[in-house]
């Protein structure tokens, strides 16, 4: 068995099909773990989850924002959704694919590996157990029954993390940060307005992977959402967003060898 993780699919299931072929994927064998942001602006949104629902006992997630998007039109949250997202939502197996989505989780530690998968990243002032509890906050609740109140307490805004921070606001941030960080100050408050690649972005801002005030650890962090950087390894954190809905690639990396990108 090869476990595999894949960067942002975001609706481009030609290039996912192509990638699983170069990988020679056997959903009887291998397993993929998808770094979130499986839907919207590709155009295939509804046959990527189609796929990967029909192979899913091969397939887990990380929801991404667009994913958590897509719940949020499910939900009712939405009033006017991208076409892509609402012919997934208004197909007669649409309520499987939400479901499928749903139960997936927004944070990934493979402690064998030393490894932990997010869509955007893990706040640095969060230590693994600490992060796998707060990710476990927002991921319990689109679980169970009322997982639209859920949601409507859990996403929009971009909320900062801060300990201090109770209900609503608390699962906003711990849902901003695992989908939606890039920059932090040097304090770790949140940057909602820069996305460009590191060098364009205002003063006293720093990647969330890179904070100077951050000792290395020895877990590696997996993310996608940050298309600018593109593929890109440091010892603390891999990129596997390559932009593929922006005309770039679409990225592969073995669990083992994330050194070692595989791109379409
Ligand atoms: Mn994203």
């Given at each position: 068995?090869?476990?595999?993780?894949?960067?942002?699919?975001?609706?481009?299931?030609?290039p996912?099909?192509?990638?699983?072929?170069?990988?020679?994927?056997?959903?009887?064998?291998?397993?993929?773990w998808?770094?979130?942001?499986?839907?919207?602006?590709?155009?295939?949104?509804?046959?990527?989850?189609?796929?990967?629902v029909?192979?899913?006992?091969?397939?887990?997630?990380?929801?991404?924002?667009?994913?958590?998007?897509?719940?949020?039109?499910?939900?009712?949250?939405?009033?006017?959704?991208?076409?892509?997202?609402?012919?997934?939502v208004?197909?007669?197996?649409?309520?499987?694919?939400?479901?499928?989505?749903?139960?997936?989780?927004?944070?990934?530690?493979?402690?064998?590996?030393?490894?932990?998968?997010?869509?955007?990243?893990?706040?640095?002032?969060?230590?693994?157990?600490?992060?796998?509890?707060?990710?476990?906050e927002?991921?319990?609740?689109?679980?169970?029954?009322?997982?639209?109140?859920?949601?409507?307490?859990?996403?929009?805004?971009?909320?900062?993390?801060?300990?201090?921070?109770?209900?609503?606001?608390?699962?906003?941030?711990?849902?901003?940060?695992?989908?939606?960080?890039?920059?932090?100050?040097?304090?770790?408050?949140?940057?909602?307005?820069?996305?460009?690649?590191?060098?364009?972005?205002?003063?006293?801002?720093?990647?969330?992977?890179?904070?100077?005030?951050?000792?290395?650890?020895?877990?590696?962090?997996?993310?996608?959402?940050?298309?600018?950087?593109?593929?890109?390894?440091?010892?603390?954190?891999?990129?596997?967003?390559?932009?593929?809905?922006?005309?770039?690639?679409?990225?592969?990396?073995?669990?083992?060898?994330?050194?070692?990108?595989?791109?379409?």
């Open positions: 068995m090869t476990r595999y993780v894949i960067g942002d699919v975001q609706g481009c299931f030609g996912l099909m192509r990638l699983l072929k170069r990988l020679k994927f056997d959903p009887q064998r291998d397993r993929v998808l770094a979130g942001d499986l839907v919207n602006r590709g155009g295939q949104s509804l046959e990527v989850l189609r796929y990967v029909e192979h899913q006992h091969a397939f887990r997630a990380v929801l991404g924002n667009h994913d958590l998007h897509l719940l949020a039109h499910a939900a009712g949250l939405i009033e006017r959704p991208e076409k892509e997202l609402a012919r997934v208004d197909a007669p197996d649409g309520p499987v694919l939400i479901d499928w989505l749903r139960r997936q989780k927004l944070l990934k530690v493979f402690r064998k590996h030393n490894v932990l998968l997010a869509h955007a990243g893990v706040h640095p002032g969060w230590s693994v157990p600490m992060a796998e509890a707060l990710a476990n927002v991921e319990k609740g689109l679980r169970g029954r009322n997982w639209g109140k859920h949601l409507a307490r859990s996403y929009g805004g971009k909320i900062g993390w801060d300990p201090s921070l109770e209900g609503s606001r608390r699962l906003k941030a711990i849902t901003a940060s695992l989908t939606r960080m890039r920059y932090l100050t040097a304090g770790g408050s949140f940057d909602s307005v820069n996305k460009g690649p590191p060098g364009t972005q205002g003063a006293d801002l720093f990647p969330w992977f890179s904070l100077p005030s951050v000792r290395p650890t020895r877990w590696r962090v997996l993310f996608g959402h940050w298309a600018t950087l593109g593929y890109l390894a440091t010892p603390q954190a891999v990129c596997l967003d390559s932009g593929c809905v922006w005309g770039g690639r679409l990225t592969a990396v073995k669990l083992k060898q994330p050194d070692k990108p595989i791109q379409v």
